[in-house]
């Protein structure tokens, strides 16, 4: 699980796990230090993916189902343990809302909320659009082009450093065209609460669409700044406040 999971502050008494999955080119340094600010009562894990950190030496997923598969076998018994709730930023939202359906479908398994973060739900026409998107081979353009998938990138001038960045972009950005979803007509698959965050001067994302999946309440919030508006202090500490009281108020 160490390889797979990233936990800066081990809480075993916790009610509720969190369980983050980072955006396309990211780590798990920025919100799996999460851990060390939430109170006791909340456990956080990070998702790291192949290809980068620890895993530097190990081959990129290949695609989406490579990824839901590897989450669910390593963290299965975890998921039947105790309650948990995931949240996704970018890329990492389409992969947590791949795993819950996965969990829901094959376990009968539920989060007991999905926060979801800057995204276009995942039964919007503007994404199957966007899937259909490929990627410019080259660093430099690929690099440029990021905004298009969601990506307001501060490029280094370093060139070693870009052209990591790129890989494993470029490489996140093939997991993303992967991602599968068709609702049926009449089927809701969840139930949970569901809360969608953004910032105020990113991109425009379609993200109505979460209110058809779930039976639970949807929430929006704008906060301020651009698409990665979460790692600035003030909207840190929101979320980590509203998240608390969502999960707390879960009836856990």
């Known amino acids: 699980m160490e390889k797979l999971v990233a936990c800066v502050q081990k809480r075993p008494n916790a009610l509720c796990r969190l369980i983050c999955f980072p955006w396309a080119g990211g780590g798990t340094s920025q919100l799996a230090h999460w851990g060390r600010l939430f109170n006791d009562s909340i456990e956080v894990f990070c998702i790291r993916l192949p290809g ?15 990824i839901v598969k590897e989450v669910t076998s390593v963290l299965l018994e975890i998921f039947k343990e105790k309650p948990f709730a995931f949240f996704g930023h970018s890329l990492g939202t389409y992969i947590s809302f791949a795993v819950a359906l996965h969990l829901k479908e094959k376990y009968g398994l539920e989060p007991v909320h999905l926060f979801m973060s800057t995204a276009h739900s995942p039964n919007s026409a503007v994404l199957r659009g966007l899937k259909s998107v490929r990627p410019p081979d080259d660093n430099n353009e690929f ?18 450093l870009r052209r990591n960045m790129a890989l494993t972009s470029k490489e996140d950005a093939r997991i ?3 991602f599968l979803f068709e609702k049926a ?10 809360t969608y965050f953004y910032g105020s001067n990113d991109k425009i994302y379609d993200a109505q669409g979460w209110r058809e999946l779930t039976s639970g309440d949807t929430t929006f919030y704008e906060l301020p700044g651009d698409h990665f508006y979460l790692l ?4 840190e500490s929101f979320l980590i406040k509203h998240i608390t009281i969502c999960i707390e108020n879960a009836g856990l």
Do not use: W
């Not at 007509?185 to 569901?194: A, H, T």
């Open 52 to 66: 980068r950190e620890t895993r530097l030496g190990e081959p990129f997923a290949k695609d989406m189902a490579s």
């Open 232 to 235: 600035k202090p003030f909207n």
């Open 143 to 160: 690099l440029t082009c990021m905004e298009i998938i969601g990506g307001n990138y501060e490029l280094p001038n370093n060139e070693d």
């Open 185 to 194: 007509e009449m089927n809701i698959p969840f139930s949970c609460d569901v």
């Open 176 to 178: 993303f065209q992967t």
